[in-house]
């Protein structure tokens, strides 16, 4: 199963099995700035930076795709100025494939005294309190402006569990602003992508992936998931919309979700491609993702442990420093901590992703689950009360 348009190419190399024990597949998602194997997983660079990462400690975490926020680059520093130096890419050393969301989360989520109308949002800045207003239109010329390689139609998110009319309501807006962010968008070295809503209700979730998947879009995001979810409403909400995408050649993003567990799940019932800044939030406040769970190093016992926070880990941290030396970091607050934290979290990530990637063409996934569950941990993203901003 392949998809090829002007800015995109989305090949499955190795598709899900047909005895239906699992809708994991394997793939190459070809973008302007270099090609993505799937399942992968975004790390989050929010302000055009992953933060405390150099582009070349981001490459050597084995990300090959990041994602940045159009919001807020739209309002500091501005889309424009990015492109009058040269584009998101060059503005920030990244060479690799950089996707860009919509804006439609944190204008939602981040912006105060919001007023959403047929026509768009308008929305008070966090930084600074001044008044804009994001149009389909508008998100779309922003992200042309920052030259993304996949630009997101502009859609208007609600909380899983929000009454069913705020969710029809929102959905069909989503919809209409679907049509308008296709029909601004011109730049041909860009994808876009088209999100599907519809909450939890089946219903509305289904009747969403189908406009959606109507549409010419180079991908499909599933969005309005990941927010105050139950894991088992996530997978119902996957189950209803995913087979509905069987036969369907593009790639399929699951937009904010980044704990293992969490990741684990959904690449089982179909999922391609991931985000987060859950791996380096949670880094930042000393917790370290290691295999079967996780170590908080605030605690006083790891003070004199020599060991490195992971014995087989490529990473900066593990290979040069103990969790000693890293608990002291993190208690004195020095600026390295955060950095040599966030290096291990994503480098975990991702090496999770390609033990998922590898065991997907070895054939063994439905087999090797038990496995890869343990090595994820219990701990899922929303129970930790963290999600995507
Ligand atoms: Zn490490």
């Not at 010419?216 to 996530?234: H, S």
């Not at 103990?322 to 934290?341: G, K």
């Not at 390609?354 to 065991?359: G, K, N, P, V, Y």
């Not at 054939?363 to 569950?373: S, V, Y």
């Amino acid at each position: 199963m392949s998809f090829v348009s002007p800015a995109a190419r989305y090949e499955v190399t190795v598709p899900p099995p047909e005895d239906g024990s699992t809708r994991a597949r394997s793939g190459v998602l070809t973008l302007t700035h270099g090609a993505v194997e799937t399942p992968q997983f975004m790390p989050v660079g929010t302000n055009a930076t992953v933060k405390a990462l150099t582009p070349a400690e981001i490459s050597e975490t084995g990300a090959s795709i990041i994602l940045s926020n159009t919001y807020h680059l739209y309002l500091r520093p501005g889309h424009e100025r990015i492109e009058r130096l040269g584009g998101l890419h060059r503005f920030m050393d990244w060479d690799g494939p950089i996707l860009t969301d919509s804006g439609g989360f944190q204008v939602v989520s981040l912006g105060d005294l919001r007023v959403i109308d047929d026509d768009g949002a308008t929305f008070r800045s966090h930084i600074d309190g001044s008044v804009h207003r994001f149009t389909p239109e508008h998100a779309i010329a922003v992200q042309e402006a920052l030259g993304s390689d996949v630009a997101v139609a502009f859609d208007q998110p609600v909380f899983p569990s929000s009454p069913r009319a705020v969710v029809a309501d929102a959905t069909e807006r989503t919809h209409r602003w679907a049509e308008r962010s296709l029909r601004a968008h011109t730049r041909p070295d860009q994808a876009i992508f088209g999100i599907i809503q519809g909450g939890l209700d089946p219903e509305l979730r289904a009747a969403s992936t189908r406009t959606i998947a109507a549409m010419p879009f180079d991908g499909i995001c599933i969005g309005g998931l990941a927010g105050d979810e139950t894991p088992e409403q996530r997978d119902a909400a996957l189950d209803v919309a995913v087979p509905l995408l069987a036969d369907d050649p593009r790639v399929r993003y699951l937009m904010g979700l980044g704990s293992p567990a969490d990741l684990l799940e959904a690449v089982h019932r179909g999922v391609d491609l991931f985000d987060s800044v859950l791996p380096a939030r949670v880094a930042r406040n000393g917790q370290l993702w290691v295999p079967g769970g996780r170590l908080n190093l605030r605690n006083q016992r790891f003070l004199d442990d020599p060991a490195p926070v992971q014995e087989d880990c490529p990473c900066l941290l593990c290979r040069h420093f103990s969790r000693a030396y890293l608990a002291h970091l993190f208690r004195a607050r020095e600026l390295l901590a955060y950095r040599l934290a966030t290096c291990h979290n994503l480098t975990f990530t991702l090496d999770f992703m390609a033990r998922i990637r590898a065991s997907i063409r070895a054939g063994t996934f439905p087999a090797d689950m038990p496995d890869l569950r343990l090595r994820a941990g219990r701990v899922s993203g929303s129970a930790a009360s963290e999600k995507s901003a």
